[in-house]
């Protein structure tokens, strides 16, 4: 069974920073692009950061570029996300999500994890 787990969501201060951490299970780590999804209550689920599986390329929002930072483990089978310099803005729930390739295809989304609160206060 495909599993993704998140943790380290939680309240911060504008300005502040959190690392998200994504554990996965049940299929071959190695193999497929890991990535993050966001949704604010009332808004659009936006595309947040992805990792290909393939030679580590990374894609970030424009809404996050310079402030957070993907990264992955493949001996932990772990995907972070480090959010620098946050923003009341970026308060949402926050997905880890497996694609279904070694690329940031978001045509080929494939599990989701439980989803981890992120609350970011003026």
């Known amino acids: 069974e495909v599993q993704l787990v998140e943790s380290g969501g939680g309240l911060v201060q504008a300005g502040g920073s959190l690392r998200l951490s994504c554990a996965a299970s049940?299929?071959?780590?190695?193999?497929?692009?890991i990535g993050w999804f966001r949704q604010a209550p009332g808004k659009e689920r936006e595309g947040v950061s992805c990792?290909?599986?393939?030679?580590?390329?990374?894609y970030y929002a424009d809404s996050v570029k310079g402030r957070f930072t993907i990264s992955r483990d493949n001996a932990k089978n772990t995907v972070s996300l480090q959010m620098n310099s946050l923003k009341p803005a970026d308060t949402a729930v926050y997905y880890c999500?497996?694609?279904?390739?070694?690329?940031?295809?978001?045509?080929?989304?494939?599990?989701w994890g439980q989803g981890t609160q992120v609350t970011v206060s003026s």
């Open positions: 999500v497996g694609y279904g390739s070694s690329w940031c295809d978001e045509t080929l989304l494939g599990s």
């Open positions: 049940g299929f071959t780590f190695d193999d497929y692009a």
């Open positions: 990792i290909s599986s393939y030679d580590g390329s990374t």
